[in-house]
């Protein structure tokens, strides 16, 4: 699977977050490393651990967690499989929502949870510090001023390296980055979601990572002839199209795609090694 001597990971090209945190901008969700609705621990841990194991053997040196995977088994499955962590790895967590069942997401922008939840991670990863760590979504009963107040003053205290925040709208990220610098956005995105186009590119000018979730958008693409017939000029899966338009799409966005099967993660990280032209961009640009 390597080309040219390279790794598929780093064949998507590379970022800098936050002035110092170069990764491959081909990463890895953790958040199907759970069990059903995102809920209690995997069928098959021994198969999650080795997919974390084969992420960083594929180059992928950026994972993306929750306090809220599980909640918390997701970090606990990548601190058994991967720490003492290798240099280089980026490993990003968040907080902000409370876990009452399956398929259950409560907010709790809180600073006083926050800060809890902040302590569990740093346990769970066992760092002293988190990488990036970002708010989950803006609570509607806390100001986001109080949240992101919070965060800023743990990045303070050296506990947070850097601050992203995620499910956010234009004026939302305006007053959060008034509170403390913001270096990654974490939004909804993919070629059939196109909610945050304007953000992408507000991002890109400032120098802020977009991480888009769900970047595979589910089934609503993957049937159509279009998709299909790109996919066939590459020899390639539709999945892995969606990828490489992702990476193409603006030069800040880091895809994070997820798993529970080596095989799909390497199906994935295989997506960094995909160049569409400029044809075939422009007629998956078009198509929502």
Known sequence: MNTNGQLPASMAGHFVIGGNLRVHRLGFGAMRLTGDGIWGPP????????????????GVNF???????????????????????AKGLVIATKGGLER??????????????????????LRRLKLDRIDIYQY???????PLEDSMGEIARMREEGKIQHV??????????????KVVPIVTVQNRYNVTDRQSEQLIDYCFHEGI???????????????????????QKHNAKPSQIVLAWLLQRSGNILPIPGTSSVQHLEENVAAAAIHLSSEDFQALHGAR
């Open 100 to 121: 009452t069942g399956p398929g259950q997401w409560p907010r709790n922008g809180r600073p006083e949870h926050l800060r809890q939840a902040l302590e569990g991670s």
């Open 43 to 58: 069928k098959d841990k021994q198969a999650c651990l080795a997919v974390l194991h084969r992420a960083l053997d594929l």
């Open 136 to 142: 989950h979504r803006v609570d509607p009963e806390v």
């Open 63 to 85: 994972i993306d967690t929750a306090d809220s995977y599980g909640p918390n088994v997701s970090e606990e499955l990548i601190a058994e499989a991967l720490h003492p962590y």
């Open 164 to 177: 992203g925040i995620s499910n956010v709208d234009a004026e939302q990220l305006t007053r959060a980055r």
């Open 209 to 231: 990572a977009f991480i888009p979730w769900a970047p595979l958008g589910g089934d609503a693409l993957s049937s159509t002839e279009l998709l299909n017939q790109i996919a």
